[in-house]
């Protein structure tokens, strides 16, 4: 059996990466695209820490899925 929801990332321009829910429900796929952006590949502290909270957030949802 599939997943129902499961956490995906797409690279986007500028380096970023987008974070959105991929939903699988009574054979039907949506997509939830949540507006949450973190940098592909941090260069500096402050870049790390805007990622931190977003990164944080979807490990824990995804732990409890």
């Not at 991929?22 to 592909?40: P, S, T």
């Not at 805007?50 to 995804?62: L, S």
Request: glycine share 2%; charged share 30%; hydrophobic share 35%.
């Amino acid at each position: 059996m599939k997943e129902p929801i499961k956490f995906r990332q797409k690279k986007i321009k500028n380096e970023f990466i987008s974070l959105y829910l991929e939903i699988y429900y009574k054979g039907i796929r949506k997509y939830d695209f949540l507006n949450w952006y973190i940098k592909a590949n941090p260069t500096n502290s402050d870049e790390r820490e805007n990622n931190t909270p977003a990164v944080a957030a979807v490990t824990a949802i995804n732990t409890r899925i």
